[in-house]
């Protein structure tokens, strides 16, 4: 069976690729990879979507003086969180499947907001197919957002965590 490496090693080759879709078969193990359509990236529309609505409703609203001034206080918190998370470096899932924040649920999690993560660190597992994949950081710094529920489905390059760079 192909480790998690080489699985994050084809996922970055077919992503670079034109291929569509990938199927490998190994002594009874099965690895399907496809390739989602554009639409499908919901990091870069879900920022103009959320503008369009605060921009269309300001001309509406033009002759109440009140609603201009609450309209500004409305975009500076929009401009300034994304500010913030610039400097924060993401931990994405590597592949389709459930996200779990521990090994089993009598343990504890595997991290929370504030904990100090190396390259090596295994932040999560991704369970797809039955098979339990331990998710690493692959940056050192501070846990300071989790961004998977456990036991959420999670899509191929959704960020998990945010993380603080040391």
Known sequence: ???IQEIRELIKLIDQSSIDEFTYENEGAKLLLKK????????LPVQPQADAPVQAAAPAQAANHQAEQVQPKAEEKQT???AQDENLVKITSPMVGTFYAASSPESGNY????S???NDSVV?????????NEIEAETKGEIVEILAENGQLVEYGQPLFLVKPE
């Open 1 to 3: 069976m192909l480790k």
């Open 116 to 118: 100090k993560v190396k």
């Open 36 to 43: 989602s359509a554009p639409e499908a990236v919901y990091s």
């Open 80 to 82: 300034s969180a994304p």
């Open 124 to 132: 999560c597992i991704v369970e797809a197919m039955k098979l339990f």
């Open 111 to 114: 991290v929370e907001i504030g």
